[in-house]
């Protein structure tokens, strides 16, 4: 993470996010082979995304995803003959199908969560308090950004993962100004 402009604030965030997100990547791709051998990580967000939003049109979905209808389709084909989604007419219309979890999809999100969490909680307990309480409120506010819901959003269920207890818990980590507390994070400050 070198950057020649001392003062450049979105540069220095941007570095230190890059660096942040591969140790993050690391944690989740390990967290997911020990779940289930076959998932990859792009099979596991579009669970992730079908846990957090609840059932999804395929459009949707494919949005969500920042893939095409036919990528989302193919992901998604895999994910039925596994049993982590299921199919459904939609109650509002006959023409189109709703996507959701099943409870075997749901179980595994829960479980590769849990595991991230255990990893994730080893990090952030090596971190100076002050730096922890920074970093959640850094954290929130770049997934505000990026229009990604907390992890122990709710979203309405029907079906598999209906049960308000299969929630996944939110991490608890927080911060204050954001490009300061990653800096912080980083080494920086």
Not at 30 to 41: C, K, N, R, V
Not at 108 to 135: C, F, P, S, Y
Not at 141 to 147: D, L, P, S, V, Y
Request: aromatic share 2%; charged share 25%; glycine share 6%.
């Amino acid at each position: 993470m070198t950057r020649t402009e001392p003062g450049d604030d979105v540069d220095t965030l941007t570095d230190a996010v890059l660096t942040a997100s591969r140790l993050l990547v690391g944690i989740s791709v390990s967290s997911i082979s020990t779940a289930e051998d076959s998932l990859t990580l792009p099979q596991f967000r579009l669970l992730v995304v079908l846990h957090t939003r609840g059932p999804l049109k395929h459009a949707d979905l494919a949005d969500f995803l920042g893939v095409t209808p036919s990528t989302a389709s193919r992901m998604v084909d895999r994910m039925v003959t596994a049993g982590f989604v299921d199919r459904q007419n939609s109650p509002v219309s006959r023409r189109e199908i709703v996507l959701e979890l099943t409870r075997e999809g749901a179980r595994i999100v829960r479980k590769v969560t849990a595991r991230r969490r255990k990893e994730i909680a080893k990090i952030v307990a090596k971190m100076a308090e002050g730096h922890r309480q920074r970093l959640v409120d850094a954290l929130t506010a770049f997934t505000e950004a990026g229009g990604e819901p907390p992890v122990d959003a709710a979203p309405k269920r029907s079906g598999a993962d209906a049960d308000t207890s299969a929630r996944i818990p939110a991490l608890t980590v927080a911060l204050s100004p954001p490009d300061t507390a990653l800096r912080q994070a980083a080494g920086r400050a």
